[in-house]
DNA sequence: TTGAAAGCGCTACCAG
DNA sequence: CTGGTAGCGCTTTCAA
């Protein structure tokens, strides 16, 4: 063959002679044709009609060398990349959550878009932006790890990303928001505690970093309903170990609440268990409420009451993404996502 | 300004004018210098001397402009790029994962990787494989969510990837194997179950996609250690709902199961709550092992016994990827985490 | 110490 | 219907 006059210079020559890895331009000599053809031919480019032999001698050859584009030069060649950026979260936030990831995942990628999760773990907003923006996203859709200051918003911006889309506790300016509505989460439990005759009402607050941007809204909300009702809130700092839960049981007469919004479930199972191997019983004499309708909690002696929290769908995120990219969707907006409400089992 | 006269066509005229997004050219047009000065500079480049001044100037340009170099013409240039592909998993396995890969990905950004997670649900193997190679990853470290078949070995080989690791229940041939000794599980909590008086043990086999590649390893390594013993194995299929759950301990009795390992510590919870519901006494009827060591299964009563299984470290495992990336790991390897150990609580 | 220029792989224009 | 070719942004060799 004519290639064998050029050998290149081999990267690895120990081992296997790992030849070069082939490019269109391999496949267009081996078929050939021109690297143009080769290429109207793998994109099935409508504007340009290729006789069928050509084509099948064309894919015939990539298959024969196993190749496979260059995303980077399609990139640079293009001017933009259909990559969607989701900064990973640090802290699995459970079933809800990864449901949600799977499902925009998997509707973004039938919009032929690349979904690359990009783990970003202890970095500064900034210093997170510039990386993300190396990447030359289309867009880049936080779930609220990271925080999404103006100045990040701004150097996406200027780096050519289309879409900026925050889920988050509140909303981000320049980008398209969609606020959970954490206050609503506390104030629905705590207006469901007073409801049910509570008066004096505890509030979890998990002392686990990267939880405050949650819990801080939550507490606040609580304090709001609370206030409203003239009941009282005190929070509860509360570390996810039995130890830290042991503590706080210990001191739970001292306390003298008779209501308890423990965050999540995860968290209202470890409290709920220090408190009832302590002897206080639920929900006798303390109500205990939850939140994420885990399927735990109806696991749980008693069937533990909880906050359903209002989520957008995967499939509807992807939509709005899609055309936040293609300019369909404006500039910026804000969509508040309250729908919060509890359902009572036996805990409260 | 000069740049004024040959405004580029603006892409989205609407709003905002969005100036074009600024290259290394620009910078160096700002700063007075060439381009190469530019990438000098920014990259600390030592084999070339730049005056202070000089290097300052860069710099404020750069900041000026908000400059963020762009991976994919680096990588094109360069012929290879920095980063770690690593195809994320369909199904959360729960805290011991998620702390495991918190670990990777920091370890590696560390040695200068990109780090990026591609989800890759419901890919073939051959077409997952094309995907990730078109991003032209460096390494690819497959922790199993997606079979690594020797013909996606061979497509990520060709297109230039240096390195595949796998994380999973068998080796993938051509490419660095962490073998996790899946049978090993499911024989630790058999042989335990055995020592501790039982005899007829059923092992939960969740009917969940996507868990066969780890539950079928764990049922085969149970019944090797019950055969070993003269005891009897019962397989156990059960979905992770309630509704499976109370079907399942419907018929326990007819079952004459005295010993159980239940999968893990969630499906372990299931199954024990349902048990308990149905009237069947843990562990004086029927024993229960779960694994994982989640903090879940201290919160049960009984506490839970679970089969703790040896993990690689995310620092250790991000060294071996550097390595296999540079060469100086050799062509394909294979070790096996076999370390499970059965940690009894109270539910055994 | 700095600049000019080649070229990585690809696509889209324009000629033939 | 097919081929030639410019150029995306960047790094790096070679020359000045």
Chains 1, 2 share one sequence.
């Not at 290429?39 to 190749?67: D, F, H, K, Q």
């Amino acid at each position: 063959m004519s290639q064998s006059i050029e050998q290149p210079a081999d990267g690895t020559p120990g081992r296997t002679p790992a030849r070069a890895v082939p490019t269109s331009a391999d496949v267009a000599r081996l078929a050939g044709v021109s690297r143009a053809t080769v290429s109207y031919v793998l994109n099935n480019t409508s504007a340009v009609r290729i006789s069928e032999p050509t084509r099948e001698r064309v894919r015939e050859a990539a298959r024969e060398l196993g190749y496979v584009p260059h995303a980077a030069a399609r990139t640079l060649r293009a001017g933009h990349s259909r990559m969607v950026l989701l900064p990973a979260a640090h802290v699995p936030i459970g079933p809800l959550y990864s449901r949600f990831f799977n499902d925009l995942q998997w509707a973004l990628r039938r919009l032929d878009y690349t979904v690359v999760q990009y783990g970003s773990v202890g970095l500064a907003p900034e210093a997170a932006a510039r990386a993300w923006a190396e990447l030359r996203p289309a867009a880049v859709v936080s779930t609220g790890e990271v925080e999404v200051t103006p100045e990040a918003v701004e150097i996406l911006r200027r780096s050519g990303v289309k879409a900026v889309i925050t889920i988050g506790t509140r909303d981000a300016d320049g980008t398209h928001s969609l606020v959970l509505d954490q206050p609503g989460v506390g104030a629905a439990a705590v207006e469901h505690l007073i409801a049910t005759g509570r008066r004096r009402i505890g509030v979890v607050v998990p002392e686990e970093p990267g939880l405050g941007m949650f819990s801080g809204p939550r507490l606040e909300g609580a304090r709001r309903a609370a206030g409203a009702a003239g009941a009282t809130v005190v929070p509860l700092p509360l570390a996810y170990t039995e130890e830290s839960a042991e503590e706080l049981a210990a001191r739970w007469p001292g306390l003298a609440l008779d209501g308890v919004f423990a965050y999540n479930d995860e968290y209202a199972m470890l409290l709920m268990r220090a408190l009832q191997d302590a002897g206080t019983d639920v929900p006798g004499e303390t109500a205990v409420v939850g939140a994420d309708d885990l399927l735990l909690g109806r696991l749980l002696r008693p069937r533990l009451s909880t906050v359903r929290i209002d989520m957008i769908g995967g499939h509807e995120l992807a939509e709005l993404v899609d055309r936040a990219i293609d300019g369909t969707a404006g500039g910026a907006t804000r969509r508040l996502l309250s729908g919060s409400r509890v359902i009572r089992r036996e805990s409260s």
